[in-house]
């Protein structure tokens, strides 16, 4: 097995800018996907593909790699990003799936 | 419009089973590889099994393999996870979700609570 590491918890102001990191040793070598949680909810896909945005998705989502880190990007952050958010990837076989443990964005 | 409805959920005992069932409408079911992921209370999300499309591949988180059989019957557009054995620690909402070719889950069902306790 192995892991995705994801801080706990990133708190940023209205308008500016959220970085959440994930970290994997088979991030170089498989796709990342985000995944933003609200409290009660089912996940909804953000990013796919490591840079990727579903239709639908605000602009101001976008996800970046540099070898075993991806990056979301939330640029602009307004109240209604305040959730949980999931980074997710698969082994090199693309057999077993992972879950980061999850970051608590806060908008203060 | 693509749905998926989890329903199987109830409270169990330790050492008990249930089975889950995941309906899906609003697509063509044989085409999508299918998931199950599960949320303790408070916690995180947890990958579970994935079954392919025509159901003959099927892998498991290790924490529940040997537990744990994911099932599908294409021609009722339906999802199965058959859990058995159950313990306090698989107390969770599980939800099943479609994977899109490498692309992550596209749609998720909207979970359905499993409670083991005595």
């Known amino acids: 097995s192995y892991e995705l590491t994801q801080p706990p918890s990133v708190s940023v102001s209205p308008g500016q800018t959220a970085r959440i990191t994930c970290s994997g040793d088979?991030?170089?070598?498989?796709?990342s996907y985000w995944y933003q949680q609200k409290s009660g909810q089912a996940p909804v896909l953000v990013i796919y593909?490591?840079?990727e945005r579903p239709s639908g998705i605000p602009e101001r989502f976008s996800g970046s790699t540099s070898g075993t880190t991806v990056t979301l990007t939330i640029s602009g952050v307004q109240a209604e990003d305040e959730a949980d958010y999931y980074c997710?990837?698969?082994?090199?076989?693309?057999?077993?799936?992972?879950f980061g443990g999850g970051t608590k964005l806060t908008v203060l | 419009e693509v749905q998926l409805v989890e329903s199987g959920g109830g409270l169990v005992q330790p050492g008990g089973s249930l089975r889950l069932s995941c309906v899906a409408s609003?697509?063509?079911?044989?085409?999508?590889?299918m998931h199950w992921v599960r949320q303790a209370p408070g916690k995180g999300l947890v990958w579970v099994s994935r079954?392919?499309?025509?159901?003959?591949?099927?892998t498991y988180a290790d924490s529940v393999k040997g537990r744990f059989t994911i099932s599908r019957d294409n021609a009722k557009n339906t999802l199965y996870l058959q859990m058995n054995s159950l313990r306090a620690e698989d107390t969770a909402v599980y939800y099943c979700?479609?994977?899109?070719?490498?692309?992550?889950?596209?749609?998720w069902g909207q979970g359905t609570l499993v409670t083991v306790s005595s």
């Open positions: 979700a479609r994977e899109r070719d490498y692309s992550g889950y596209d749609h």
């Open positions: 088979v991030l170089p070598r498989q796709y």
């Open positions: 079954i392919n499309r025509d159901g003959s591949t099927t």
């Open positions: 593909k490591d840079s």
């Open positions: 997710q990837s698969a082994d090199s076989s693309a057999t077993y799936w992972v």
């Open positions: 609003g697509f063509t079911f044989n085409t999508y590889w």
